[in-house]
């Protein structure tokens, strides 16, 4: 369905004549932005090619359905370079966009945090400072209260003492059960991205191409209670990078997946981070310690309760 509407300071001219050139000079954007950002010409206007098909298809202005194509062309270039697109000669592999930022400004910031559930101790003064383009892993044994600190950062239940300092954009993805069976996966984009702000049908795009990214090609009519634990953990895992934030909080997002779908979470992870994200990652394999620039451990429950003493 067409909008028929024109953009802030489009001209008025023949017919939808000025639609037409806007469309235009929003792909020529991007595909310049694409090439700029080491993509080599004909990846880049393959790129633009099928960004356009996607657009047309869905009967959508590309502004409306992708968003600024320069924004837009900093995630496609992304993507494309985490799944092998050759980069331009000039860049040698060694563009700007491919190297990991040095850590920026505070996300998150946790000072002396003690919490509770009912009258029972939780969490003993946890102080730990999270940054953008950093991944921090969240260990400890079983009951030490990793699920309830990512509670408590998302702002779900409230630090019996101590400071939660929180960028105002986050996304959470929790371990699984926090979907609504009823709803289709589309209905679940369109909700979360109108909370962030997003439109409806940039929701379901953006969704389903993190989704595909997570080796799951989308069902978006089917109800989130018809999918698999695996499958329902990508929708979450989705969710909570739908809008791009400054910090995402991931509570063991690897749950219910397989060998493949694992690394493609991991080269996601990457890729946010490199984008300059901050994520704080609740785990317990070992093998993500590895991956992540800095490790907090939580001390167990009788430790707690002796170090409290």
């Given at each position: 369905m067409s909008r028929g509407t024109s953009s802030p300071g489009s001209t008025g001219g023949a017919g939808g004549s000025a639609t037409g050139l806007d469309a235009a000079a929003w792909y020529w954007s991007l595909a310049v932005e694409l090439r700029s950002r080491g993509l080599r010409p004909r990846e880049a206007e393959r790129a633009t090619a099928d960004t356009r098909a996607e657009a047309?298809?869905?009967?959508?202005?590309?502004?409306?359905?992708?968003?600024?194509?320069?924004?837009?062309?900093?995630?496609?270039?992304s993507a494309l370079q985490d799944v092998g697109a050759p980069?331009?000669?000039?860049?040698?592999?060694?563009?700007?966009?491919?190297?990991?930022?040095?850590?920026?400004?505070?996300?998150?910031?946790?000072?002396?945090?003690s919490a509770r559930r009912g009258r029972r101790p939780v969490l003993r003064d946890i102080s730990l400072t999270l940054r953008r383009g950093e991944i921090v892993a969240v260990v400890g044994a079983?009951?030490?209260?990793?699920?309830?600190?990512?509670?408590?950062?998302?702002?779900?239940?409230?630090?019996?003492?101590?400071?939660?300092?929180?960028?105002?954009?986050?996304?959470?993805?929790?371990?699984?059960?926090?979907?609504a069976p009823l709803l289709t996966v589309d209905?679940?984009?369109?909700?979360?991205?109108?909370?962030?702000?997003?439109?409806?049908?940039?929701?379901?795009?953006?969704?389903?191409?993190l989704l595909s990214r997570l080796g799951w090609s989308p069902e978006g009519a089917r109800p989130a209670g018809a999918l698999s634990g695996g499958t329902q953990q990508k929708l979450n895992v989705a969710l909570a990078q739908l809008d791009s934030p400054d910090l995402l909080l991931l509570d063991e997002p690897y749950q219910g997946f397989d060998a493949l779908a694992y690394e493609d979470l991991w080269t996601l992870i990457s890729s946010w981070r490199d984008s300059g994200a901050g994520v704080l990652l609740v785990t317990h394999l070992l093998r993500d310690v590895d991956l992540v620039d800095r490790v907090v451990e939580l001390p167990a429950p009788e430790q707690a309760s002796k170090e409290a003493a």
């Open positions: 047309e298809a869905a009967d959508l202005d590309p502004t409306v359905m992708f968003g600024p194509a320069v924004l837009y062309a900093r995630e496609l270039a980069l331009d000669s000039a860049h040698d592999g060694t563009s700007e966009s491919s190297a990991p930022p040095q850590p920026g400004p505070v996300v998150l910031r946790l000072s002396g945090v079983n009951g030490a209260g990793k699920s309830t600190l990512l509670h408590v950062c998302a702002g779900l239940l409230p630090a019996s003492s101590g400071a939660v300092e929180r960028t105002a954009r986050f996304g959470y993805a929790p371990q699984q059960g926090a979907l209905e679940h984009l369109r909700l979360f991205g109108a909370v962030g702000g997003t439109g409806r049908a940039r929701s379901v795009s953006t969704g389903h191409r």
